[in-house]
């Protein structure tokens, strides 16, 4: 399954099928770009990392792209798995406004829901 | 190996008490450390940095104080509770480059 437009909510796919979650960032100073993978009531885990000067990277089962021009970052996972239901974050790399550290700031989400 | 510990993990308090939650990293020194609040269904809001021991930094102006007294200690805390301050808390740290943050279990806090 596929998702259409950015930042959906809730993405449903069929287990065994390939899922793609997108995300727009708004930063285009930004040069470090993370996914992470948050089931219910834990917290968030780091999934893939991706830096600016790269267009595509891959991990276990997933990949992560980056289009820079759009300002848009997307997470493939492949072939699905009942495991891989969960709420998916990007995070962008950000400079907080009191000084001496930067961190990250999160997107929204989106609740990846597989069908059996 | 790092680690890091958040308790309690649920908490139930009434409106207008006191609130502590503390998280401890182990395994790492001189770590940046963040605390996050999830409200449900929602994404995670940055509420204080620490670049070490003593030095705080707020990014939302809140009902919430926090305080860095040990290098690895991290404590959160309120004088009076609102019923908005209920959600989930996160701990998370970070030590040098990139800016990967690893997270805590969270706890988990009702205000009623």
């Known amino acids: 399954g596929e998702s259409v437009g950015l930042h959906l909510p809730t993405l449903s796919v069929q287990e065994g099928d390939n899922s793609i979650i997108n995300c727009a960032y708004s930063n285009s100073a930004s040069d470090y770009f993370i996914w992470y993978k948050q089931e219910s009531g834990k917290g968030p885990q780091f999934i893939i990392d991706i830096r600016s000067n790269m267009d595509k990277r891959q991990g276990q089962r997933v990949t992560v792209l980056l289009n820079k021009t759009v300002k848009h970052l997307s997470l493939q996972i492949a072939a699905t798995q009942p495991g891989d239901s969960a709420v998916y974050f990007c995070?962008?790399?950000?400079?907080?406004?009191?000084?001496?550290?930067?961190?990250?700031?999160f997107g929204k989400g989106t609740h990846l829901i597989i069908q059996p | 190996s790092q680690t890091i510990h958040q308790w309690p993990a649920t908490l139930v308090q009434p409106v207008g008490s006191p609130l502590s939650l503390e998280c401890t990293v182990e395994g790492t020194s001189n770590p940046n450390l963040y605390w996050y609040r999830q409200a449900a269904g929602r994404g995670l809001q940055l509420l204080f940095y620490?670049?070490?021991?003593?030095?705080i930094s707020s990014e939302v102006p809140q009902n919430l104080s926090a305080s860095r007294p040990q290098d690895r200690q991290f404590i959160l805390s309120s004088k009076k509770l609102l019923l908005s301050d209920s959600g989930f808390y996160l701990c998370?740290?970070?030590?040098?480059?990139?800016?990967?943050?690893?997270f805590g279990p969270g706890t988990r806090l009702t205000v009623t």
């Open positions: 620490s670049v070490g021991i003593g030095q």
């Open positions: 998370a740290w970070r030590i040098g480059g990139p800016y990967e943050q690893y």
């Open positions: 995070a962008e790399n950000y400079f907080y406004s009191g000084g001496g550290a930067d961190g990250l700031t």
